[in-house]
């Protein structure tokens, strides 16, 4: 048996260690929505992560053969006793980059407070100066045990940075009322939505900024690396002549037309959310690809896509909103 062999088997031997840890494993079940998708083990979670990673189109694409994922989210939903599967299409990328966050639709977050939140019934909204841009929202909660409100009040709808969904124009009520939901719950119970955010909540967190120090030189640390015999490397010059990937880049950029609308925008807030949704991920035939043709028929911009808060929604109406633009061409 060579080495290779050998690792192989102790491999195998410390999986079958971990499963048999995992399946002594029990998870508590007690919340409301069944026990179908409740797991009451490791064995069974990573059973059923394993299921939902092959069930192709009933789950979201990234969720699609990973197994890691899918049990993240069989997780996540298990205190709120949701099914997996539908959640799956409530969650999407905050961006197109690969290592990109899990971002949550506004409706499946405030959803979770309903199932969750320590009150009696569920959340109450007051609204205040409507009709101005100093509108505000005060989410009101009865607490179970005492019987006191628990409240917050949103800032005027002026001051909120991050405001990229159309609904902020369109139904402001509404998206000012997800916002506070969600400000309430982290300020009076923030272990409710530990590791979920909304992507409005994902451009508002600062940027990691690099702080690392640049390698010091001269002096002691030089005379230090020559006594570990370590050498300093140069920096490498750059090399400005230009791949043939930049150069193929470079062409490619003449040939687009200026004046052509290509997705999203660039705006205060950065790209329009629009730009990170594939619209041919569209339902052709839906109410929201009818609606999306016609937008295009009466000019407007694909900016003016109403549903940012129902992703499922947005790729339909985006799906006929491009179609249609492709048919004109």
Same mark, same amino acid.
């Given at each position: 048996? !060579?080495?290779?062999? &050998?690792?192989?088997?102790?491999?195998?031997?410390?999986?079958?260690?971990?499963?048999? =840890?995992?399946?002594?494993?029990?998870?508590?079940?007690?919340?409301?929505?069944?026990?179908?998708?409740?797991? %009451?083990?490791?064995?069974?979670?990573?059973?059923?992560?394993?299921?939902?990673?092959?069930?192709?189109?009933?789950?979201?694409?990234?969720?699609?053969? *990973?197994?890691?994922?899918?049990?993240?989210?069989?997780?996540?939903?298990?205190?709120?006793?949701?099914?997996?599967?539908?959640?799956?299409?409530?969650?999407?990328?905050?961006?197109?980059?690969?290592?990109?966050?899990?971002?949550?639709?506004?409706?499946?977050?405030?959803?979770?407070?309903?199932? *969750?939140?320590?009150?009696?019934?569920?959340? &109450?909204?007051?609204? =205040? !100066?409507?009709?101005?841009?100093?509108?505000?929202?005060?989410?009101?909660?009865?607490?179970?045990?005492?019987?006191?409100?628990?409240?917050?009040?949103?800032?005027?709808?002026?001051?909120?940075?991050? &405001?990229?969904?159309?609904?902020?124009?369109?139904?402001?009520?509404?998206?000012?009322?997800?916002? *506070?939901?969600?400000?309430?719950?982290?300020?009076?119970?923030?272990?409710?939505?530990?590791?979920?955010?909304? %992507?409005?909540?994902?451009?508002?967190?600062?940027?990691?900024?690099?702080?690392?120090?640049?390698?010091?030189?001269?002096?002691?640390?030089?005379?230090?690396?020559?006594?570990?015999?370590?050498?300093?490397?140069?920096?490498?010059?750059?090399?400005?002549?230009?791949?043939?990937?930049?150069?193929?880049?470079?062409?490619?950029?003449?040939?687009?037309?200026?004046?052509?609308?290509?997705?999203?925008?660039?705006?205060?807030?950065?790209?329009?959310?629009?730009?990170?949704?594939?619209?041919?991920?569209?339902?052709?035939? *839906?109410?929201?690809?009818?609606? #999306?043709?016609?937008?295009?028929?009466?000019?407007?911009?694909?900016?003016?896509?109403?549903?940012?808060?129902?992703?499922?929604?947005?790729?339909?109406?985006?799906?006929?909103?491009? #179609?249609? %633009?492709?048919?004109?061409?």
């Amino acid at each position: 048996m !060579n080495d290779t062999t &050998k690792k192989q088997t102790a491999d195998l031997m410390l999986r079958e260690k971990r499963r048999q =840890e995992l399946g002594e494993t029990t998870f508590n079940t007690g919340a409301q929505g069944g026990a179908l998708m409740q797991p %009451r083990n490791g064995k069974e979670l990573m059973d059923m992560a394993n299921m939902m990673a092959g069930c192709g189109t009933m789950v979201r694409d990234f969720y699609r053969n *990973s197994p890691g994922d899918c049990a993240a989210l069989i997780m996540i939903c298990q205190p709120y006793g949701f099914n997996p599967y539908q959640v799956s299409w409530k969650t999407y990328k905050a961006s197109k980059n690969a290592d990109a966050p899990v971002s949550f639709e506004g409706q499946l977050v405030n959803a979770m407070l309903n199932m *969750s939140a320590p009150v009696k019934g569920r959340l &109450k909204y007051r609204y =205040e !100066n409507e009709g101005t841009d100093n509108l505000t929202c005060t989410v009101i909660g009865i607490d179970k045990e005492t019987g006191e409100e628990i409240t917050y009040t949103s800032p005027p709808i002026k001051q909120i940075p991050v &405001k990229n969904s159309p609904l902020w124009k369109g139904d402001p009520q509404q998206q000012l009322g997800y916002y *506070s939901a969600r400000a309430w719950a982290r300020r009076h119970f923030p272990e409710l939505l530990l590791g979920v955010y909304t %992507r409005e909540e994902i451009e508002e967190a600062p940027s990691v900024r690099d702080i690392t120090p640049p390698q010091a030189t001269g002096g002691w640390a030089q005379q230090a690396r020559e006594a570990r015999g370590e050498v300093m490397q140069e920096p490498e010059a750059e090399d400005t002549a230009g791949t043939y990937d930049d150069i193929e880049d470079a062409q490619m950029a003449d040939d687009v037309d200026p004046d052509e609308e290509v997705g999203g925008f660039e705006d205060e807030g950065g790209t329009h959310w629009t730009a990170d949704v594939d619209p041919d991920e569209g339902n052709p035939g *839906s109410q929201a690809w009818d609606a #999306g043709i016609e937008a295009f028929k009466q000019g407007a911009p694909i900016t003016d896509c109403p549903h940012e808060d129902n992703m499922e929604d947005a790729q339909d109406w985006l799906g006929g909103y491009v #179609g249609a %633009r492709r048919a004109a061409e």
